[in-house]
């Protein structure tokens, strides 16, 4: 967008506040059992009567817009929580969660979601526009878990990021020591299994000619929301009880890319996780609270 347009990113941050939005979920567990078979995990992470996991429920409370609805990246033309900007593209820069108490599979829980903030900004690469969305989970008459996103849009057309390296498959990631560690691979059919599990239609995941013809990226693009939940992976392995977190997506990583989730106790009751490959030390990062107990396995996540 040009410098001359700020003022429309000025005025949608002064006079857009959509309502908020109440949905509820049955919070059933066919959708943990599939998420387990997509990352590889032994066993469902959780069945019925069992906690959720930290951020599986971005598996449940989906909107599954008409296709007739979808704009040519994939994305809905028109959603509740879009901002009115033309030629709208759409990042997700990061987010974090409170844990009152975890969500219980197989009993119904409420989300109330509502635009917390929008942010005009200028940077290196263009104007931005920055908003946060909060969640609020109920269950049971309580509140479990707080959740903020925040997501980067930018408005004009053109490719949202500068051209990026072939992405290097055949290179291990940088390895600095860290005493967690776990190496992952990803690949188109785990890119389409997870876009499936969280009703995301963005064609850079599972799309390659339009990702590298129209976007911009040398390769399919692999989820923001697959990376944070592949650190948090780690941290499970550890036994920890997660009390809070925040995350940040740094920079894409391609599929394809050997990459390494790794991760280190801080002081007690805190961790600092990220993804590594060879081209950086961190495209995704997340600094953790969690639970302290005295039963935790030592060693490197299984």
């Known amino acids: 967008m040009p410098s001359s347009d700020f003022g429309v990113l000025e005025e949608t941050a002064r006079t857009w506040r959509p309502d ?14 599939a998420l387990s078979a997509v ?10 009567g069992d906690p ?6 971005w598996l449940h409370f989906l909107s599954w817009p ?14 509740h929580f879009l901002p009115p900007l033309p030629q709208r593209r759409r990042m997700f820069a990061g987010g ?9 599979l197989g009993r119904p829980a409420e989300q109330y979601s509502h635009v917390y903030d929008v942010r005009p900004k200028r940077g290196r690469s263009g104007d931005l526009l920055f908003v946060t969305v909060r969640s ?27 051209a990026a390296p072939t992405p290097n498959t055949g290179t291990r990631p940088h390895d600095d020591g860290s005493p967690w560690q776990q190496e992952w691979h990803t690949d188109p059919a785990l890119l389409f299994r997870f876009s499936a599990l969280t009703a995301n239609a963005h064609r850079i995941h599972y799309d390659s000619p339009y990702t590298t013809g129209v976007e911009g990226y040398p390769g399919l693009v692999v ?20 009390r809070s977190l925040t995350y940040r997506l740094r920079k894409p990583v391609f599929c394809g890319e050997p990459l390494l989730a790794c991760g280190t106790s801080e002081d007690e009751g805190s961790a600092r996780l990220r993804i590594a490959s060879c081209r950086d030390e961190a ?5 953790i609270d969690y639970a302290v107990s005295s039963h935790v396995p030592d060693g490197t996540a299984p």
């Open 223 to 242: 989820h923001g929301p697959l990376l944070v939940l592949a650190m948090l992976e780690l941290l499970r392995g550890q036994g920890r009880e997660v």
């Open 20 to 33: 908020g939005v109440r949905t509820t979920d049955a919070l059933a567990p066919g959708p943990t059992a």
């Open 39 to 48: 990352l590889d995990l032994p066993e469902p992470a959780a069945g019925g």
């Open 136 to 162: 609020e989970y109920h269950q049971d008459g309580r509140l479990c878990l707080t959740e903020e996103q925040d997501l980067v849009y930018r408005s004009g057309g053109g490719a949202p990021v500068p």
């Open 52 to 57: 959720l996991p930290p951020l599986w429920h």
């Open 283 to 287: 495209h995704a990062t997340a600094d």
């Open 96 to 104: 974090r969660l409170e844990v009152a108490a975890p969500l219980i």
């Open 66 to 79: 008409r296709r007739t609805a979808l704009g040519p990246d994939g994305h809905p033309r028109d959603a």
